[in-house]
């Protein structure tokens, strides 16, 4: 299930499929599909991950209320 764009030509989504990998968000690519390793457990370790990061200005917010970081 798509969750947020990375306006890079790409989304963000939760594998909703059933086994191991349930409920992880991961980067996929319509040219490329899938990054092989999901960078975040679940919702809420991506959503702690983006508070850090804003909170050690390893990230901002633009005016339009996109996130940006390296």
């Known amino acids: 299930m ?3 764009t990375n ?3 790409g989304n963000l989504l939760v ?11 991961m980067e996929f690519y319509r040219d490329t ?6 960078p975040w457990a679940d ?3 991506m959503l702690d991950d983006i ?3 804003l909170e050690e200005d390893e990230a901002e917010l633009d005016d339009s209320g996109r996130i940006d970081w390296p």
């Open 51 to 53: 508070a850090e990061r």
């Open 33 to 38: 599909g899938a990054l092989a390793q999901p």
């Open 43 to 45: 919702v809420a370790d």
């Open 7 to 9: 306006h890079g030509g």
């Open 2 to 4: 798509p969750v947020a």
């Open 15 to 25: 594998d909703l499929r059933g086994g191991p990998r349930n409920g992880c968000v």
